[in-house]
């Protein structure tokens, strides 16, 4: 089983930053891709942002030049750096893993809510 945790959510301003953060542990033994989700009340769960073992990253229109994601594969985390939170980036933000067989894991979420 992989259990992945994520970090870093809260409460900001429009404008302002937050850096997520999502620690695997547990039987991996091999990492595909990582990515971020989110979901807002009412709408349904959307990608955020996904980075491959390689590096190569994809971003959702809605978030490109703000949001950036990374990974360190040695420690088995990555994070996603948001800039110039809007209120519409209010949402749980969900860290999800897919292995090398294809099988995909969940994190719990973690909220963030932007808000003056």
């Known amino acids: 089983q992989v259990q992945l945790v994520e970090s870093g959510g809260g409460l900001v301003q429009p404008g302002g930053s937050l850096r997520l953060s999502c620690t695997a542990s547990?039987?991996?033994?091999?990492?595909?891709?990582m990515a971020w989700y989110r979901q807002a009340p009412e709408k349904q769960r959307e990608l955020v942002a996904s980075i491959s073992t390689s590096g190569s990253t994809t971003y959702a229109d809605s978030v490109k030049g703000r949001f950036t994601v990374s990974r360190d594969s040695a420690k088995n985390t990555m994070t996603l750096q948001m800039n110039s939170l809007k209120p519409e980036d209010t949402a749980v933000y969900f860290c999800t893993l897919i292995s090398g067989t294809g099988s995909t894991y969940w994190g719990q979420g973690t909220q963030v809510t932007i808000s003056s």
């Open positions: 547990g039987s991996i033994r091999s990492i595909y891709r």
